[in-house]
Each structure stands twice: as structure tokens, then as C-alpha cells.
């Protein structure tokens, strides 16, 4: 007999120009304007991109984002295309993959782009690119959105443990299950002597979190000024994110 699969079936549905990802339930786990393939979307995924509020403008082009769950592809897809800056993305369920491919424009893999297929806990917990990745962003969920996946004191260290010196990780925190003080309680042992700095949730209810491996002093007049760059360069509200992120 045929083992049945633990993995969700992928579908999509669409309303309003938008093109919206599915596991199997209602709950959306990405988002493509069909007019704006690769532009992102949703307003919280937006913010996993404010790790560019911790680097030097300079040296953008030569970092390189990680994402530990692929969703839609918004954040690979605004990475490689828009940014062209090295991205890799992991991701558990080959369907995923293969809807990102045929449903939301992902493109195929490059020497900038690899999308690979595995399980975050264990490239997280590998030594392969320890002390490589400068932007992680972490958006681990399953059908039934309740609380994130990996979410425990050692899955955040060894995220940790994957960044630069000056690496940031960024974390969607959201679900009915979810207990946002727990969560960020673990992110703040595993991220200490760093810094960690967290959003106002949107109006849907997702908070991101961004912690940085080390701790740097980040001057406000900086802040705003890389913030206008990113909005001048990139497209991002980034000059609104200063209103609702603030350091604990």
C-alpha cells in the first residue's frame, strides 16, 4: 500500500489582479500581482526585507539572502531579479517548487539563484553556509498556519550561527496557536550579544522580528537615510517601516 504524503497539495486562487498561494485550506501563504510578478505583495513580507536598514548601501550588491520557506516566491524573486543579488531559498515541499515555477514566475535556477529542495531545520543545523548568509528570512508554516514550524531556542541559534557578522534574521511571527512572547523570548537568548528589533503586527496580524548577530549602534540619521535609499532604489515603504520598528 502506498504511503500517503504528509506534504499539503498546493493550489492557488485568484481575486482582485492578485494571485494568492494555498496549502490545502483557506489560509494564503504567499501572494503575486499579476500585473507586478516580481514586486512583493503582502505588507508583512515587505518587512522581511528591512535587514537592508542594517547595511551600508555600498555593500548590498555583494550580499547574500537566504530564504528557509519559499511561499509564493516573493522574497527569492525580489532578491534575484530586483536586487541581483545572490539568493538561495530551501524549501521542504516539491510542490511548492514546482507551483512557484508555473504559477508565480519563479524563475529557473542561475549562478545567483538556487531554490533547493530540503528541510530548513537541517541546512540550518549543517555547516555548509556557516558564517555565508547575510539577510535569512524565515516564513516556516504549514496548512493550518497555527504557529511556525521550527521555532524553538536551538533552530534560532543555529540560524545565528548561519549569518555574517553583520547578518540579519528576519522571522514572520503569526498563527492562532502562536505565542508571540515565547517565540521572541528564544530569538533574544539565541540572538544575545546582538540586537533585535520588532515591528508593530499588520493589520492581518503578522509581526516581524529581525535580529542581527552583532550588535551595532544604529544611528537614527543612518537609519533614515538608508531607509529613503531603499525606498528610491527598490520600491519598499521603507519610510514608513521606521514609524512601527523599534529595538527591545
Known sequence: MKKKSVLPEVNFSE???????HLGSEWVQGSMRLDSPFEIHLEYVQRMMAWLLFMEQSSIAARH???LGLGSGSLSKFCFKKMKIKTTAIEINPQVIAACKLWFKLPNDTKLLS?????????VAHDLWRGQIDALQVDLYDQEA???VLDSYDFYANCKNLLTDDGVMSVNLFGKDSHFEVSLSR???AFKGGSVWC????KEGNTVVLAQKTFIDHQKSDLISRAEHVRAHWGLPA?????VLSQI
Not at 531554490?115 to 541546512?123: N, P, S, T
Not at 515591528?199 to 499588520?202: I, L, N, Q, S
Not at 519610510?239 to 514609524?243: G, V
Open 15 to 21: 481575486y482582485g489582479g492578485v494571485r494568492y498561494l
Open 239 to 243: 519610510n514608513k517601516w521606521l514609524k
Open 146 to 148: 497555527a504557529a511556525p
Open 187 to 189: 530569538i533574544k537568548e
Open 65 to 67: 539572502s537566504m530564504q
Open 115 to 123: 531554490v533547493i529542495l530540503g528541510d530548513a531545520q537541517e541546512v
Open 199 to 202: 515591528f508593530k503586527p499588520t
